[in-house]
């Protein structure tokens, strides 16, 4: 009896518990399988993502890493013959459900792109589309809100007096930073990243990383990338990925000096992918 | 022996080739010198003929029975009409049809017949588009033989031309513009509004100033529609019409060679026009090709 009682209370807890952390602003994915026609690409992903942290997905090319990460934002959505199955639980909802907006979604999780890609437009017109779309009309508050992104983004010093030029005079290392402030422009709350500096020189590559780290204090950012120095570098949460699999996720220093799978070491010492 | 004899064999088939290839060469270019001669003749005894009938007077007087008081007024005015009538119905239908199969209709079994289906109606002959005008437009809406016919019936035509090209301009438009714009919560339809159309204009443009300039030299289509004796400019919509391609018609069948010099006058305008049209949809496409920036 006593026993059945404490099962009980104890069973409260746990779902008191969950629904704290289904309360919180982590990203709970629970077992999210994706496929593209017959390719079975992601396989039973379970992982919690903490907030205001950087969280790296790593491994080897295929692995999966940029269509998990194109979950968060359903921009899967846009590949045809994709399909996603599973939870990913964002502050009580599941951002797999049909229901869900994807057009509200995507405003409170950006994302950056592999390869820079600004509108052949004005560096003005790139960061005002997104305030502009979602109803800001008033030129003051736009001018403040561009100004705003392009500081958060570390660009405002290199393009303050050529705001109406166009995006495409940039470099590559300013364009990803455009497309940077242009995410920041509506004020999303998780910024999803997908390989951001992999088309960048050192110099540029540097700069993007301090940005990401700078962005931490604001928001949750989630980044793939290929490169292991840089997942080292800046992320607090690592995430190995092979074949479609999860195989293993923690703490960056954990998962970089101790990792507890040998597959994951073999990646990280570099003695394949 | 027998080696040289290989040697020998081996040399001849070297000079067989050379020889071969030669003929193939003077084949190709005789079948180009013969399109082109071609060509050249027919410019040539278009121009000898008519190019002294080509004056104001001839530009600016109504067709006449009497071949030197003749002129094609009437006809230039209906063609221009024509020309923007038939813009005004067919860009709004061509390229609205062609942003929703390119953009919202996605790719299933349904979409690709009809995508087919669209293809194979660019290839239909016009004269039948000029029945089904007649049939549709002319009797069915009770129109008559009008101007608002005519370029209803043209824009039928060009349709399926329009769309194909401007599906395909908008295809072309890399996906990344398409990502950046939906990755930061714009509708499908603003991505289209704000990026997509706006990047595939000149493309679009091109393609329909190509069809356009087609529609304006068919005679075909508006055959049963528009009218010799409708001998002066249309002042509405409902108005019959003449145009330059059944000028030349009309002219040609004329028993007074007379006509018959001032129907190749009238080739020439209508080739005139036809390559200034044709050399702004070029200008718009190189200028959008060296201006691209992507």
Known sequence: MIGKILRLERKEEKQKEEMKCYESDKIIVRNLNVYYGDNHTLIDINMDIPERKITALIGPSGCGKSTLLRCFNRMNDEIEGCRMEGQIIWRGENILDENIDVVELRRKIGMVFQRPNPFPKSIYENVAYGPKIHGIRDKKELDKIVERSLKAAALWEEVKDRLYESAMSLSGGQQQRLCIARALAIEPEVILMDEPASALDPIATAKIEDLIIELKKKYMVIIVTHNMQEAARISDYTGFMYLGRLIEFGETRQVFENPREELTE??????FG | MEKEEDKMNEFKSIKASHFKSKIGVAITASCFLIAVLFLIWLLFSVFSQGINRINLEFLTNFPSYKPD?????????????????????????????????????????????????????????????GLVGVAIFVRFFNLGRSLLAGSLTLAIMSLPTIIVVAEESLRVIPRQFREGSLAIGATKWETVRYHVLPYAMPDIITGIILALSRAIGETAPILFIGSIFAKTPPSSLLDGFLALPLTIFYWTRHPNPQFHELASATIIVLLMILLSMNGVAIAIRHRAQTRREW
């Open chain 2, 69 to 129: 008081k003749a002129g094609i007024f009437p006809a230039i005015v209906g063609s221009v009409y024509l020309m923007l009538l038939t813009l005004a119905f067919a860009i709004p239908i061509g390229v609205g049809a062609a942003i929703y199969l390119a953009e919202f209709a996605g790719n299933n079994i349904y979409t690709n017949f009809l995508r087919h289906l669209i293809q194979n109606l660019a290839g239909v002959p016009s004269i039948v588009f």
């Open chain 1, 266 to 271: 073999k990646y990280i010492t570099g003695r």
